[in-house]
């Protein structure tokens, strides 16, 4: 059984950084897709970005794009998503999703499996 465990949230001012981490336990993540996904307070949640367990293609939503990163370490069975520039409409739950052998990158939350907890991210001055 795949377990997926987020950490790194926490509470930064508006043009700041956080990395926040994915760490897979139970089975190696090398073949399946990660999700990350937000919701903030009383709305929805929402695709973040996505890397791929094919050839590691990614997607991020039209609000991160050129300001967050998505990358995975396979030897650490971890996968990160960098953000810059944060800014507060940023803040929300962050979660991490996983799919086995979902070949093309997805910010759809029905494509995933497996779901960790969530990390809050606060970004406010």
């Known amino acids: 059984q795949l377990q997926l465990v987020e950490s790194g949230g926490g509470s930064v001012q508006p043009g700041g950084s956080l990395r926040v981490s994915c760490a897979a336990s139970?089975?190696?993540?090398?073949?399946?897709?990660i999700g990350w996904f937000r919701q903030a307070p009383g709305k929805g949640r929402e695709g973040v970005s996505c890397?791929?367990?094919?050839?590691?293609?990614?997607d991020y939503a039209d609000s991160v794009k050129g300001r967050f990163t998505i990358s995975r370490d396979n030897d650490k069975n971890t996968v990160y998503l960098q953000m810059n520039n944060l800014k507060p409409e940023d803040t929300a739950d962050y979660y991490c999703?996983?799919?086995?052998?979902?070949?093309?990158?997805?910010?759809?939350?029905?494509?995933?499996?497996?779901w960790g907890q969530g990390t809050q991210v606060t970004v406010s001055s």
């Open positions: 139970g089975l190696s993540l090398e073949h399946y897709a």
């Open positions: 999703a996983a799919e086995l052998y979902l070949a093309t990158s997805s910010l759809d939350e029905r494509d995933y499996e497996y």
């Open positions: 890397i791929s367990s094919s050839d590691g293609s990614t």
